[in-house]
């Protein structure tokens, strides 16, 4: 009997625990995670949210800055110019992740039980970043899909979609732009967006909307016009900004891009700001070693001292050395190109350019940005400041926008332009004494908006905006000059004074300018490279999306 | 939700087991009473004895015919048991033995009269073998004692016993132990009969165990003969080709790395899915690369539905039953078993001398900038190059180092090195020890176990040393008739310590490659005034070993399991156990600082890479508890039907945390001690996750006389891996056996067909296994939750911390379930001399969880994983083993041939609706390799011109490039949209699935001596060897090394060259192709062993049991047509070139027993 009564016992108990559905043991939900059902409370959240924006902002590194375009000649060619890129299956910078995440705040930023002013402010950081990765899309692919809802259901049609026109998505960037400039505040704590910051890129995108309508032919670039003006006002008139200047126009522009605290600088709108073992960067060794350097095409922009192009300037010294280029032209060819007597790296001072090494392709070695102390060459520990947004590209902004416009006064240039050139000791720029430079890459442009085109690319120089600049111009054939690939003048009594070994393998032309790629004379622009292929997966799946022309 | 009823049902639950156990407790009370009260006169003794048994509690156990007629007059107040029996059986001609809580009555013989005189005897006799053959060598020992002896050639043996009531024992291998009683004063005759084949023996099974003739499912098993006869570094190493189906994958050679399992190639596509096969270790899951091989008793491999399905949703890819060593009844043993084995890489990669290095990247830099291709931003200058092949061409004379023209700061290097010589010159020792101590009475036994391991790295300079310890204690002790306890604990001990060199990706072997990646031959390995090379661009590994800082990581893994087992009545059997296991894991690694010069001793800077110096701590704390409790039941009822029936229940808990410590700027850089510190921003992190499940199974055994099997096993399984609606999945098995052998009909072959069996099983089990990591990803992962981290912006001087979006998780998230179907056919023929088993099976793994699902990438994120897609595995295994003996017996031998293949094949994957070759589709065999058809290299510029290969590569095509067949004629050589439609010029070439995957094992006893051979191959595999850097100089850029192989590339004096023309980033010619697609077919000597057992003669006069010692070689002959740059093992594991290889070694070891 015993025995019988274990026996049903212990199965009571083995079915018991069978019959139990045995939820509260299995429930388990994450221990050091956040789920979405808890978040968005309060503003702490939002901000939380809004912080990864901040490694999508646009800094100006110089580092191989302007490789693609006609500025520069990398000891590596650039491939896309070259026309060797393939199209590629998947990625190629077809990416909406980012998107992704800001749609996905706009889903989830109402749950906060908060003002909407306070919300607006994370709205708007939110849309200000959409923005600025819509236009980018838009620069290099035309024509996207444009997708400003969450998409949480993988079956919908919103996945395969048209691509929307260029100018409707730049319309609904407007709006975004529009609404962050008027709910971002003027004054933010912690280095947050602010509102000169959402019109500093209001200025930027509009610009460059409004220029890509008019040489694209595409029409309706008025307002865009307009507006980049009226942002670069607004950004003006506040008072809170200035060029930075000690007095010494031969120091102050190269200084400018070497400060290790950019934050109560004046010209700086929003500056990139590192911290020693914090944060820091890598920028300063990089260019040492990058094989990089300006074209020839490019330092022949600087203008000499009187204010007039080489080729009509009665001071300039030809180029037969660097010394004698660099003699009586715009300061600041000397401060962004190393000459003879620049400190390379703690004490090691240039005498000539240092062609031959990975220090610099074409002679003209890009030292803006640069310091020449040791600490700063040292793996990833610079921490020298870059710029988001300069107040110097505002006030091209404002001088191009208005030269577009037709309302280019003196009094506009005074304002802008000059206060460059009065930085630098240069002479002012004079609409009544203008002289169309008869090496001119816009042979048929006004000279007006020429010579405002000039001051943006000598100022902006390694700032990184050519290739864009090129695109909004219809400019792309730029790269066809052959000196936009040739570097210093190597005349043989110059490669003598080098080491033999040092400069043995260095090709020149019949000019003995330096040659950077030995097998080619030229680059051939393609107008397909004005936009980039998309990937072919994304045309298998969506048959709504075209191949872009050309590819 | 309302669960107050379930609180409630809990309650009851808890309630019941109380109450069920103190009713255990009093029931043995009770049964424990020692007091016995008889008042009789004349009674029969039978009626006696039952009333002792009855108060006592004892069982007695006589023959009938010996109580019968017997009667007793007995009177006794609280006497003992005892007491009571020696007063009931005086004069009875009755003794008794007290065994357990039976009493045995017998018959007092004039043998057991005798019982007391012990006196020596002399025993002799002659062994004879089934055809009455004399069988020399048969180990005759007595039973309890340690004397020992053999028999001669003749068969014949003399061996001294201490009375004649000794037990002798003979035994000798494949034939089964005889014990006999010695007959004093005659010859002894023993016929030895051969092993009643192993169809008796128990094998493993899931709760239980079962007679190998009875089992229906596909189960294969391992003893602990197969792994103890030789030095095994891991599990993973011993079992490696041992068992046709299990598949094991040894990553690489490096020390201190385990090896994975799969069983069959089944295999599951799904995102996260986890496809390898349970490992159980005496039934709780355990890491099988934790434990000491050593310590195993057992192995078996459950490959079909059938058998693991009584293990639900984590034994969906087969399960591994590992049975460690218990203790033994008898006198305690002492065991040592030691190696020492010294190991040497299967391979070494050799890299380019600076000559052809110099040439090669010169070719790719001109190459480059003739083509507009990739060019170095800082070519080798003509001086480098001078200097250099003066170097090459007389080291003595000429300078490794010249001062840089445009820096006189730093040297150029022209130098020669070879950094695989300087790095890894020699063979690397391991050596291990295992002691162990078994044994017990009648009631206890217990067995001890230490073990230690140690095994040196190759890279000589970083000294890196891996120690293992083993330790363990098993105790088993039937406290009562009924009641037996059961307690094992074991932990493993280990640490590696290496240099923290692969800490910061400056190469050594733990980030797998060998050098780091830009290491150039040109570099010395010290500057001419005696400094370490390097100069910031250039990282030297032997100053950043020595400098650099250690990586020490140490593991404890402690596991304890108690166990009840209660056997309530006969036929009952309950056993409930609780398994508790910490597993802590601490690694610290620290980066110390120093110092660079140039030119005469120059200070130049300070090492960046493990500047600033700095502490990283990695901790691992993970719980994990289980709980079984199972009964079964277990019956022959009229002789003819068996019946078996188990229900049990399992439940288990998992709890992990992981934190992470990061501090840099120490106080003092040398001392690893993270608290010393000035650091700025110190990082800390921390993750902790759990998981649990609960289940409950059964397994239903019917048998009818012994010919017709039928099992049934199920399992209900609840996970907490997936949403409440949808986390609970049923696995039900039935598998159906008939041996044929048995049947009347067959009674004609029965002395030739020993056993004949036919299996058939069908079983579906969901999976539930995903990486088993400490991340909410793969804990939770039907919850979505947002990601955190820092960004690289300063809000405020410090790095902004963000949460950012969650990634999409189907609503519909569940389990994939894999269904089986199992015919199979076991054999044994011949006295059992030939025999062997034969499976196929069709697996169909459906509704797996796949990531692949291809969307437009406007969704902006990984399309969720999806219930989707199915995949079917085809396969077979048969294996064949043949033992005999020749030599008039003395020499036996034992051949094992083994073979599995099977092929995977997508069913569906609705998610590839394009069937983008991209990820897996529809129709696609798994390893297919797509790619071109080479047809050589273009002999001309004008030839290469004229072909459009711009969808390969976008530089200008030159002679000496590869040059493809243009399949579809289309004009140029492109890969379509990359669909099944359109897939340009590309084809099917291959397929990287190793099929037909063998082993062969050859064993032989020859007198004293035993040697085995053991090879394992696969005969048919393809590899792709494109992305691996054998094949391209400079696969991405510049800086790459070439292998020596890559010397042979074309130029146009080498225009037959064996590579394409070199060159920087040249994906063109990194193709995937038919003239580089490599036959990965081999076969590996993976064991040579000879061992010598010393003779009893011998071991007798030092006290010993036994003495064996061998030497073994692993790894040392490999046949294969193979690029020689590559392992076959290796890259058939998804290794590379550039993996740590596995070793060759050479082993001595010894084997003792006292």
């Known amino acids: 009997m015993k025995t019988k009564y274990l026996i049903y016992t212990t199965l009571a108990v083995i079915m018991i625990f069978a019959a139990c559905k045995k939820d509260s043991f299995l429930n388990r939900t994450p221990l050091s995670d956040i789920s979405p059902q808890t978040f968005f409370k309060s503003e702490t959240d939002l901000q939380l949210y809004c912080n990864q924006y901040y490694s999508q902002l646009p800094v100006q590194v110089f580092a191989n800055a302007d490789d693609q375009s006609d500025d520069k000649a990398n000891n590596s060619i650039n491939q896309y110019l070259a026309g060797t890129t393939t199209i590629p299956v998947t990625g190629g910078g077809w990416s909406f992740t980012f998107i992704r995440t800001c749609n996905y705040f706009l889903a989830n930023y109402s749950k906060a039980n908060l003002s909407d002013a306070t919300k607006n402010i994370y709205v708007g950081e939110t849309l200000f970043f959409r923005a600025m990765t819509y236009w980018n899309l838009v620069k290099r692919f035309g024509d996207v899909p444009y997708i400003n809802k969450y998409i949480v259901d993988t079956s919908k049609s919103a996945l395969y979609g048209p691509r929307l026109p260029h100018k409707q998505v730049m319309d609904s960037v407007f709006k975004d732009l529009s609404f962050a400039v008027a709910n971002i505040p003027v004054t933010t704590p912690n280095g947050r967006l602010n509102k000169y910051d959402a019109l500093a890129l209001m200025a930027r995108v509009c610009l460059w909307e409004g220029t ?57 709108i929003m500056c990139m700001y590192y911290a020693p073992t914090v944060l820091m960067n890598n920028n300063d060794r990089t260019m040492g070693e990058a094989g ?7 330092v022949r922009s600087y203008l000499c001292t009187d204010g007039l192009p080489t080729a009509l300037s009665p001071l300039y010294k030809g180029d037969d050395s660097l010394d004698a280029e660099v003699t009586n032209r715009d300061p600041r060819m000397a401060q962004s190109i190393a000459t003879r007597g620049f400190d390379f790296l703690n004490g090691d001072l240039i005498t000539l350019p240092r062609i031959g090494t990975s220090v610099t392709s074409t002679g003209y070695q890009p030292i803006k940005g640069r310091s020449s102390r040791l600490a700063d060459w040292n793996a990833n520990a610079s921490t020298l400041n870059f710029f988001i947004f300069r107040y110097a590209e505002t006030l091209l902004i404002e001088a191009e926008a208005k030269a577009e416009l037709g309302l280019c006064t003196q009094s506009v240039l005074d304002l802008t332009i000059n206060k460059l050139r009065d930085r630098v000791g240069m002479p002012h720029m004079i609409i009544a004494n203008l002289v169309k430079d008869p090496q001119s890459n816009f042979p048929s442009l006004p000279v007006l908006i020429d010579e405002i085109r000039r001051e943006r690319r000598v100022e902006l120089a390694s700032d990184g905006f050519r290739f864009d600049d090129l695109l909004r111009w219809h400019a792309g054939s730029l790269i066809n000059n052959p000196e936009t690939i040739l570097g210093i003048k190597l005349l043989p009594k110059v490669r003598a004074e080098y080491p033999a070994s040092q400069v043995g393998s260095v090709v020149v032309d019949g000019n003995y300018y330096v040659r950077v790629y030995p097998s080619i004379t030229t680059r051939t622009w393609n107008d397909k ?9 994304e045309i298998t799946l969506n048959p709504a999306i075209k191949q872009n022309p050309g590819w | 939700m309302n669960f107050s009823w379930l609180k409630k049902t ?7 087991t109380i109450i069920m156990l103190v009713a255990l407790f009093h029931v043995s009370a009770k049964s424990y009473s020692q ?27 006589y023959d009938t015919k010996e109580v019968k007629d017997k009667t007793v007059t007995v009177k006794l107040k609280d006497a003992s048991v005892n007491q009571a029996l020696d007063n009931c059986l005086q004069n009875q001609l009755l003794i008794y033995k007290v065994v357990g809580n039976t009493i045995i009555l017998q018959e007092q013989s004039p043998a057991n009269q005798e019982k007391e005189q012990l006196k020596p005897v002399k025993v002799t006799g002659k062994i004879l073998d089934e055809k009455g053959e004399p069988l020399p060598g048969v180990t005759i020992k007595v039973k309890g004692e ?21 037990v002798l024992v003979f035994s000798f291998i494949g034939y089964a132990t005889q014990e006999v009683s010695v007959s004093a004063g005659q010859t002894m005759i023993i016929k030895m009969q051969p092993q009643a084949n192993a169809l008796n023996e128990l094998v493993v099974v899931g709760y239980g165990t079962q007679k190998k003739v009875n089992l229906t499912g596909a189960v294969a098993s391992v003893s602990s003969k197969d792994l103890e006869s030789r030095p095994i570094t891991n599990l993973g190493d011993g079992l490696n080709g041992l068992v046709p189906g299990l598949n094991v994958n040894v990553q690489n050679g490096q020390p201190g790395i385990g090896a994975s399992f799969s069983i069959r190639g089944v295999t599951s596509i799904g995102a996260n899915s986890n496809n390898s096969p349970l490992v159980l270790v005496d039934g709780v899951a355990r890491d099988p690369n934790l434990i000491d091989p050593y310590d195993i008793e057992s192995i078996s491999i459950l490959k079909d539905a059938a058998s693991s399905a009584i293990y639900g949703g984590r034994a969906a890819y087969g399960v591994i039953l590992i049975t460690t060593k218990q203790g033994k009844k008898g006198k305690t043993q002492f065991n040592y078993s030691g190696s020492y084995t010294t190991t040497r890489p299967t391979l070494l990669p050799k890299y380019v001398n600076s000559e052809q290095y110099i040439n090669l990247f010169n070719q790719a830099q001109r190459t480059g900038a003739a083509s507009g291709g990739y060019t170095s931003s800082s070519p080798l200058t003509a001086l480098d190059s001078i200097k250099a092949f003066a170097y090459f061409a007389d080291p003595a004379h000429n300078p490794d180092a010249y001062p840089d023209p445009g820096n006189p700061n730093k040297y150029r290097y022209v130098g020669n090195t070879d950094w695989i010589k300087v790095l890894y010159p020699g063979w690397a020792p391991q050596q291990q020890h295992n002691l162990s101590l078994t044994g017990g009475d009648d009631k206890t036994t217990y067995a001890v176990n230490f073990g230690y391991f140690k095994q040196e790295g190759l890279e000589k300079l970083a000294n890196q040393i891996y120690q293992r310890f083993t330790p363990s204690l098993k105790l088993n002790t039937d406290v009562t008739r009924w009641l037996t306890l059961n307690l094992s604990m074991s932990l493993t001990n280990t640490k590696n310590n290496n240099s923290a060199s692969s800490r910061i990706g400056q190469g050594g072997p733990t980030n797998g490659s060998w050098i780091p990646g830009d290491l150039r031959p040109l570099q010395p390995v010290y500057n001419p005034d005696g ?23 140490k593991q404890n893994d402690f596991w304890t399991t108690a166990k009840v087992t209660i056997k309530p009545a006969d036929h009952f059997n309950i056993v409930s156990d609780f398994t508790y296991n910490a597993l802590s894991d601490y690694d610290r690694a620290n980066l110390v600082p120093f110092n660079e010069y140039g030119v005469n001793g120059t200070f130049l800077d300070v090492f960046p890479w493990t500047n600033p110096s700095q502490v990283t701590e990695n901790r691992l704390n993970n719980n994990y508890s289980a709980f079984n409790a199972f009964a079964t039941y277990e019956n022959t009822f009229n002789k003819k039907h068996y019946l078996r029936a188990l229900i049990g229940y399992n439940q288990e808990y998992k709890h992990y945390q992981t934190g992470y410590a990061f501090a840099n700027n120490l106080i003092d850089p040398s001392l690893a001690s993270i608290g010393q510190n000035n650091a700025t921003k110190p990082v800390v992190n921390g993750t902790e996750t759990e998981y649990a499940l609960a289940g409950t199974f059964y397994r239903l055994n019917y048998i009818y006389d012994e010919k017709y099997l039928l099992e049934f096993n199920g399992r209900y399984d609840g996970t907490s891996r997936f949403a409440p609606g949808s986390r609970f999945a049923f696995s039900p098995s039935v598998s159906v056996g008939w041996n044929i052998a048995k049947e009347g009909f067959m009674s004609g072959l029965a002395n030739d067909l020993n056993e004949l069996k036919l299996r058939a099983s069908y079983g579906v089990l969901p999976n539930q296994k995903t990486t088993d990591a400490a991340s909410s990803a793969f804990q939770y992962p039907y919850i979505a939750t947002m990601p955190y981290g820092s960004v690289n912006y300063l809000f405020n001087g410090q790095l902004g911390q963000y949460v950012g979006a969650p990634g999409l998780v189907s609503p519909t998230f569940t389990w994939e379930k894999v269904q089986t179907k199992n015919i199979g056919l076991d054999y044994s023929l011949l006295d059992t001399r030939l025999s062997g088993s034969f499976d196929y099976y069709i697996t169909d793994t459906k509704n797996m969880l796949i990531g692949s699902q291809v969307l437009p990438a406007v969704l902006g994120t990984t399309p969720p994983v999806l219930n989707a897609g199915d ?21 036996s031998y034992n051949v094992r041939v083994g073979m599995a293949n099977y092929i995977n094949t997508i069913i569906s994957d609705p998610n590839n609706t394009i069937l983008s070759l991209s990820s897996h589709y529809q129709g696609e065999r798994l390893g297919t390799i797509w790619g071109y058809t080479t047809e050589g290299f273009y002999k001309t510029n004008a030839e290469a011109a004229a072909v459009n290969n711009s969808a390969l590569a976008g530089y200008t095509w030159l002679a000496g490039d590869v040059k493809y067949a243009d399949l579809n004629h289309d004009g140029k050589i492109d890969f379509g949209n990359n669909t099944v439609s359109n897939h340009g010029d590309k084809k099917i070439i291959g397929n990287s699935t190793p099929r037909y995957r063998f082993n062969f094992n050859l064993n032989l006893d020859y007198k004293a001596f035993d040697f085995t051979a053991f090879v394992q191959g696969v005969l048919k595999a393809d590899f792709d060897p494109t992305g691996s850097r054998v094949f391209n100089p400079f696969p991405s850029d510049e800086y790459g090394i070439p292998y020596a192989y890559g010397a042979d590339s074309w130029t146009p004096t080498n225009t037959n060259a064996y590579f394409a023309r070199a060159r920087f980033a040249g994906s063109g010619n990194e193709q995937t192709q038919t003239k580089y697609l490599q036959d990965a077919a081999y076969a590996r000597v993976k064991q040579l062993t000879l061992g010598y057992s010393f003779q009893p003669a011998w071991l007798n006069k030092v006290s010993l049991k036994k003495l064996r010692v061998y030497v073994t070689g692993s790894n040392l002959i490999t046949i294969t047509s193979l690029f020689k740059g590559f392992d076959p093992e290796i890259i058939q594991n998804g290794g590379s070139y550039q993996t740590y290889p596995i070793d060759k070694a050479v082993s001595f070891g010894i084997q003792a027993t006292l």
């Open chain 2, 35 to 61: 007091k016995i009260n008889l008042n009789e006169t004349n009674a029969p003794l039978k009626k006696v004895l039952q009333k002792i048994g009855k108060q006592s509690g004892y069982v007695f156990f």
């Open chain 1, 292 to 298: 990089d350097g300006y074209s020839k095409n490019f």
């Open chain 2, 871 to 891: 995949l079917r595995t085809k396969g077979w295994e048969i294996s064949l083993s043949w033992r005999d003996r020749l030599f008039n017996n003395q020499l």
């Open chain 2, 146 to 166: 340690n004397t020992v002896t053999a028999s001669g050639s003749d068969g014949s043996f003399a061996i001294t016993a201490p009375s004649n009531n000794a």
């Open chain 2, 531 to 553: 400094n370490y090379s390097g100069q910031g661009s250039y990282s030297n590994p032997v100053a950043i070993i020595n400098s650099g800082g250690r990586d020490i990581n």
């Open chain 1, 529 to 537: 490279l004005y936009l980039s292929p998309i990937p072919t997966q």
């Open chain 1, 212 to 268: 890509y309508r008019r040489y694209a032919g595409a029409g309706d670039e008025t307002n865009y016009l307009q507006a980049a003006s009226t942002a670069a006002e607004q950004i003006m008139s506040s008072g809170k900004f200035s060029l930075y200047t000690t007095g010494n126009p031969k120091t102050d522009y190269y200084n400018l891009f070497i400060q290790y605290d950019l934050r109560s600088n004046p010209e700086a």
């Open chain 2, 10 to 16: 809990l309650l009851v639950m808890k309630l019941t």
